[in-house]
């Protein structure tokens, strides 16, 4: 593999990265209401789900896909379920003050935001279909492992330090500011947005 194509496939993976989906919309949110930590942790669960659609891509599951349709629609039916889910919990939580919004329970942990960064990255089964088409034409099957290896490790970065720089600024307190000021109408708006992924994922 050359490094011309290894640069395509980086390039246009972070072309990828940085469009506007649900891991974008949560890394946002959660930048605005528990800080560029609590956003950092999200962002690395963010990278590790786009390496596992990514390896899975390099192995097959997008023909897999092709042979077995009917995984595809299973895998878009939870995952859709699981943004719906998000959405509605963010819009009904919606008109709760920021200081209040979590009432009794403990922050989130670092493990948790982990985890809900990996779970709302696998809630979307497209990402593995998107990572086969840029792998097919340049990456040659007889690529090194070490190649392979590179190339997660390249989709982890473009995923994980987008995210978490979109957290970070979301953080700032301006931004803070004006969220606070406007959180029902924000909130609802993010959770409008990811039910509204979670139907595409299904319809398209």
Request: hydrophobic content about 55%.
């Amino acid at each position: 593999m050359t490094l011309a194509a290894f640069l395509t496939v980086a390039f246009l993976h972070l072309l990828a990265a940085i469009s506007p989906g649900p891991a974008v919309i949560l890394s946002a949110r959660t930048g605005l209401t528990e800080g560029p930590r609590t956003g950092a942790f999200l962002a690395a669960g963010i990278g590790a789900g786009a390496v596992i659609w990514a390896a899975a891509a390099l192995f097959g599951l997008a023909l897999l896909f092709q042979v077995a349709p009917a995984l595809l629609w299973a895998l878009k039916i939870f995952g859709a379920a699981y943004l719906l889910w998000l959405g509605y919990t963010m819009w009904r939580d919606a008109s709760l003050p920021l200081e209040t919004e979590t009432g009794d329970r403990p922050p989130r942990t670092t493990a948790s935001a982990f985890r809900l960064g990996l779970f709302t990255q696998l809630a979307n089964p497209k990402p593995a279909v998107l990572f086969s088409a840029i792998f097919i034409g340049t990456v040659p099957p007889e690529a090194p492992f070490w190649i392979y290896m590179a190339l997660l490790v390249v989709v982890f970065l473009n995923e994980a330090v987008w995210n978490m720089s979109v957290a970070r600024v979301f953080a700032l307190e301006q931004s803070r500011t004006t969220y606070i000021s406007l959180k029902t109408i924000i909130d609802r708006s993010f959770g409008g947005l990811l039910a509204l992924l979670g139907v595409k994922i299904v319809t398209t």
